[in-house]
């Protein structure tokens, strides 16, 4: 014996991913698209998944399962009801864990340059088009939550900087970025890229702030814009996004 402790390994907190849930089969595999990405990206950390809604398996079920220490990492864009009220509750039934909550995914600077990226996908701004869009709506799916609504309002702001910050645009334009809601609060996509339109923004276009595909993404792509760009998906910086959630959880 050398009187000198050996090394002990100690299994980190297991990260469990909350998503909403959808019965839309493309929004569940964008949801274990992303889960993947978080797993390849942090190998050492064991990885679970869940939903609050539609899908199995549910967050009691996942909390059923689990033991040791947790850190629940919501899959939503805005400090809303779920976060708020039904993660908590869920919690509250499964005192066996030693569990923590981390902040919903947004607003945060990742989620502008995620859906900058989609709407460069879109062809927002193609080389040798006439002319950029003028003008922008940010299409969330919208809660009666206050708070999560404010995020988005947030997330409007971080997107409008982004995309009025040299080399994007020269200095000192601006794009507005007006945000709009597809439910349970106003305006809507399509209310809001046609004041847009009536107060001279010729090009519209929409970024859909949502996760995956769906009934949403859909109706955004109806709200009348010039270009609609894709849900945030799978992306690399969304992954990284969960685990810095995840590390600011525990620190």
């Given at each position: 014996m050398t009187g000198?402790?050996?090394?002990?390994?100690?299994?980190?907190?297991?990260?469990?991913?909350?998503?909403?849930?959808?019965?839309?089969?493309?929004?569940?595999?964008?949801?274990?698209?992303?889960?993947?990405?978080?797993?390849?990206?942090?190998?050492?950390?064991?990885?679970?998944?869940?939903?609050?809604?539609?899908?199995?398996?549910?967050?009691?079920?996942?909390?059923?399962?689990?033991?040791?220490?947790?850190?629940?990492?919501?899959?939503?864009?805005?400090?809303?009801?779920?976060?708020?009220?039904?993660?908590?509750?869920a919690l509250a039934e499964a005192p066996h864990l030693r569990a923590r909550v981390a902040r919903a995914l947004g607003p945060d600077p990742l989620l502008a340059q995620i859906l900058t990226d989609r709407l460069d996908e879109a062809g927002w701004d193609a080389p040798g088009a006439p002319r950029r869009p003028s003008a922008l709506v940010l299409a969330a799916a919208g809660s009666t939550d206050p708070a999560a609504n404010a995020d988005t309002v947030a997330m409007a702001g971080l997107l409008g900087d982004r995309l009025s910050a040299p080399p994007a645009l020269p200095a000192p334009s601006a794009l507005p970025v007006v945000p709009a809601y597809l439910c349970a609060a106003g305006p809507t996509p399509e209310e809001a890229v046609?004041?847009?339109?009536?107060?001279?923004?010729?090009?519209?276009?929409?970024?859909?702030?949502?996760?995956?595909?769906?009934?949403?993404?859909?109706?955004?792509?109806?709200?009348?814009?010039?270009?609609?760009?894709a849900p945030l998906g799978a992306h690399d910086a969304l992954a990284r996004l969960v685990t810095l959630r995840y590390d600011e959880a525990l620190t």
């Amino acid at each position: 014996m050398t009187g000198v402790d050996a090394p002990t390994s100690r299994t980190p907190p297991t990260l469990l991913a909350v998503a909403h849930g959808t019965r839309e089969a493309d929004g569940v595999a964008t949801t274990e698209a992303l889960v993947a990405r978080v797993r390849a990206l942090r190998p050492d950390l064991p990885v679970e998944r869940c939903f609050l809604d539609l899908v199995s398996p549910s967050l009691p079920e996942a909390l059923a399962r689990l033991r040791g220490e947790v850190v629940l990492v919501p899959l939503l864009l805005g400090a809303g009801y779920h976060v708020r009220v039904d993660i908590p509750a869920a919690l509250a039934e499964a005192p066996h864990l030693r569990a923590r909550v981390a902040r919903a995914l947004g607003p945060d600077p990742l989620l502008a340059q995620i859906l900058t990226d989609r709407l460069d996908e879109a062809g927002w701004d193609a080389p040798g088009a006439p002319r950029r869009p003028s003008a922008l709506v940010l299409a969330a799916a919208g809660s009666t939550d206050p708070a999560a609504n404010a995020d988005t309002v947030a997330m409007a702001g971080l997107l409008g900087d982004r995309l009025s910050a040299p080399p994007a645009l020269p200095a000192p334009s601006a794009l507005p970025v007006v945000p709009a809601y597809l439910c349970a609060a106003g305006p809507t996509p399509e209310e809001a890229v046609a004041e847009l339109q009536a107060a001279g923004h010729e090009r519209v276009a929409v970024a859909s702030y949502l996760l995956g595909p769906g009934f949403f993404a859909r109706r955004a792509a109806r709200a009348g814009a010039w270009v609609t760009s894709a849900p945030l998906g799978a992306h690399d910086a969304l992954a990284r996004l969960v685990t810095l959630r995840y590390d600011e959880a525990l620190t």
